[in-house]
């Protein structure tokens, strides 16, 4: 026989609609976006990992100051147990957008080419350039594009395997895929280039791979005396630390874990919020339940009614939200990849791990939390659910209040400890919303810090790095050493540090050299160095290291950097006392050829982390915003719904002893609000403490620093933002009260 409990169901899902249509239309939301999310990464994740075979993919790659001999790289290959293929480049300058393209020959053997669009170049006069660069700077197949002077024809839109991310340099802390790009030409084209910024770039795959990074990063190190042993190196990226190939696979694999976990916690949420107000429910019909108990329905029977509307939402919302995440969902994901990674073409694959995450997880996490709480509730007797006396421990006494406070306001005192339970869950609820604001709207105020920090902070307009020594004729210019050291050891990741020598009384950088090495606040604020401190720096393409006590920290927070005297950075590091290999200056040398100058540092090189991340993923931060906004609206609707249904008999007495609707939308909601506005003002600390943790994990993982500085302004946003939204809670609830009947006390008079 059919249990008549369910013809239930449809006159509860109609009596309290408007609730199971918020959390359905929300979880639908959440779970097609995160289906969507994690098929789409999925796919990515099996082509970036099937493209190492498929296109070759080198092991690590190196530059020489000059052009290697056959007999030179036979040896290296001999020596070193590996294969090396020639993997030269050049870098030039773009005409139609502020650019620079590096531009290799063909590539047969290694790091093979996808091509998205069109056909490699045939002609000297065409290219074949990145699909995310073209589509970053509006470039299409058959539109030309200047490039050093030259005109060519964009003859394919295509991705290079070892450039799933365009990272420039090593070091970068952020690719630049607007003012940076890679392309190809053919060999013909490519030699008729300006070789005036030529790099002798090779690529070598071992004949024995190693098993993980340990051993890669152990046999990279004898690799690199083998190298260093038969030519000046200039460069050398071992694949392990090579950030254009390896930090698609890293960012990804983290995105999935990230957003995985922020849905489990919000579908948590979800379902205490879903069994707080079956409990309610349960109060409102405790009568009929210890009826049925009596009548011989077990609480099982019971039990299992009052979960089964829980567990069809989130089941529906499942299933319709895993379609849509193949569908529509799954393109937003794509299109977000599409925008920051160069990929090999795309190819849905079903993802049984993202149906199991999206439905078969959330469905079990509903389940346990509603039996757990609405297990609890019904473990009464019929008798007690029949008187309606439902406190499993009866209050000795009510929590004395003095008679010096006003009556109105001991009311709401005592409205607010009745509904610990659910105000304790509005409290929870909006510190989640408030770090979801703050990522939202924080993230962007960070970028727009940093690149206000940099412009602050900039040495000079110019920082030019020679490949020899060169005099200028304009006085403004600053002779200075450069060069590079690495981090080792240490909770964070080696990185690349900048080393200045700089001449006594700089006009750029006013530090007193003469008292010893200075690191910059980057540097101090990353590595948790301060002054007194030694650090413990090694050659960043050798095995010698270099110790240094740091007696003072330069006022700079968004490099990572080391300055001593001139004098003192060639003694250390083996030049000439007159030795210099750069200069700084706030305007362009216009008398020094291109070709001594190895690089040019200009702000705008500096700052490419804020407009990458910006026009990157600035839709990805208002997309945070809003839906911090709905889930802050959604928890308080429905729990201060509950709140006002559970005191509808409170209510209604009100009105029959002669209160008006506005005082008691005064005692009631209010209560609500000050609650809200207590909750929102104390839980931003706290969640400022999370987000500044979250960004400096993050932080740490890339090269540089970004320093976590948010304005007042920003935290001001968000309460009002939050205000604001409550307003339209509170106006809603406020109807509610006005529509609770004064017949409904004397109903319910035992």
Request: glycine share 6%; aromatic share 12%.
């Amino acid at each position: 026989m059919k249990n008549p409990l369910i013809r239930r169901l449809p006159r509860e899902l109609k009596s309290d609609a408007g609730k199971y249509l918020i959390i359905f239309t929300f979880m639908i939301i959440l779970i097609g976006f995160v289906s969507g999310f994690l098929v789409a990464s999925g796919s990515l994740m099996k082509i970036y990992n099937e493209s190492f075979e498929k296109y070759n993919i080198e092991d690590g790659n190196f530059e020489f100051y000059f052009e290697a001999d056959e007999t030179t790289l036979e040896k290296i290959e001999t020596d070193g147990d590996i294969r090396i293929y020639e993997n030269f480049y050049i870098e030039c300058e773009t005409g139609e957008v502020d650019s620079t393209l590096r531009i290799y020959k063909k590539r047969e053997e290694i790091n093979k080419i996808c091509i998205h669009e069109g056909k490699l170049p045939a002609n000297i006069n065409e290219i074949a350039i990145d699909r995310m660069y073209a589509d970053n700077n509006s470039l299409e197949v058959g539109d030309s594009l200047t490039v050093d002077g030259k005109k060519l024809k964009i003859t394919a839109l295509v991705a290079l395997s070892d450039y799933s991310a365009l990272y420039e340099n090593p070091s970068d802390m952020m690719f630049d895929a607007i003012k940076f790009g890679v392309a190809v030409m053919n060999d013909n084209g490519f030699n008729e280039m300006d070789k005036t910024d030529f790099h002798y770039n090779y690529s070598w795959k071992y004949n024995n791979p190693p098993a993980d990074d340990d051993e890669a990063k152990k046999m990279s190190e004898e690799l690199l005396e083998i190298i260093s042993s038969n030519g000046i190196i200039t460069e050398y990226i071992p694949m392990y630390i090579n950030q254009a190939i390896r930090f698609v696979g890293e960012d990804t694999g983290n995105d999935r874990v990230s957003i995985t976990a922020f849905m489990y916690l919000v579908i948590a949420i979800l379902a205490f919020i879903m069994a707080i107000t079956t409990n309610n429910t349960i109060a409102k019909e405790s009568t009929v339940i210890g009826t049925l108990r009596a009548s011989g329905y077990t609480r099982g029977e019971i039990l299992r009614h009052y979960i089964a509307m829980p567990m069809l939402v989130v089941i529906v919302s499942a299933i319709i939200g895993n379609i849509l995440g193949y569908t529509v969902f799954e393109d937003i994901a794509k299109n977000i990849y599409y925008a920051n990674y160069s990929v090999p073409v795309y190819k849905t694959e079903p993802s049984a791990e993202a149906f199991i995450k999206t439905t078969i997880v959330p469905a079990a996490i509903m389940f346990v939390i509603n039996l757990a709480i609405i297990s609890y509730k019904l473990r009464l007797s019929p008798l007690k659910f029949i008187r309606r006396d439902l406190k499993t421990r009866q209050r000795k006494k009510a929590l004395k209040l003095s008679s010096r406070i006003g009556i109105m306001h001991r009311f709401r005192i005592r409205i607010i400890l009745q509904n610990i339970p659910n105000y304790v869950t509005i409290v929870i609820g909006i510190f989640l919303a408030n770090v979801i604001f703050l990522f939202g709207m924080g993230f962007p105020e960070l970028l727009d810090t940093n690149s206000r920090l940099i412009s602050e902070n900039i040495i000079s307009n110019y920082q030019y790095v020679l490949k020899v020594p060169i005099e200028t004729d304009n006085t403004d210019a600053e002779k200075y050493c450069a060069g590079t050291l690495s981090t080792f050891g240490g909770k964070v990741k080696s990185e690349r540090v900048t080393v200045y020598g700089l001449i006594p009384d700089s006009k750029y950088i006013d530090i007193d050299t003469e008292e010893g090495i200075y690191i910059s606040e980057g540097y101090s604020q990353k590595f948790r160095v301060n002054k007194g401190d030694k650090i413990t720096l090694k050659e960043e393409y050798g095995t010698k290291k270099f110790s240094f006590k740091v007696a003072g920290i330069y006022d700079n927070p968004t490099t990572i950097a080391v300055y001593m005297d001139k004098s003192f950075f060639n003694e250390t590091f083996g030049y000439e006392a007159d030795y210099f290999n750069g200069y700084l200056s706030d305007k362009k040398l216009d008398d020094i050829n291109k070709l001594y100058v190895a690089t040019i540092v200009t702000e705008d090189d500096m700052d490419k982390v804020g407009h990458q991340i910006n026009h990157s993923l600035g839709g990805i931060f208002d997309m945070f915003y809003v839906f911090g906004i709905v889930m802050f609206m959604l928890i308080i609707y429905l729990l201060s719904k509950i709140v006002i249904e559970k005191n509808t008999q409170s209510i209604s007495m009100t009105k029959i002893l002669g209160y008006s609707n506005r005082e008691i939308g005064g005692l009631y909601v209010v209560s609500t609000s000050i609650v809200v506005i207590i909750s929102f003002i104390l839980t931003m600390p706290l969640a400022n403490i999370i987000m500044k943790y979250i960004c400096v994990l993050v932080f740490s993982e890339f090269s540089g620093w970004i320093p976590y500085e948010l304005s007042f302004s920003v935290f001001v946003k968000i309460i009002v933002s939050g205000i604001i939204a409550y307003s339209v809670i509170a106006f809603a609830q406020f109807r509610r009260v006005k529509k609770i009947p004064m017949d409904t006390a004397l109903k319910n008079v035992e």
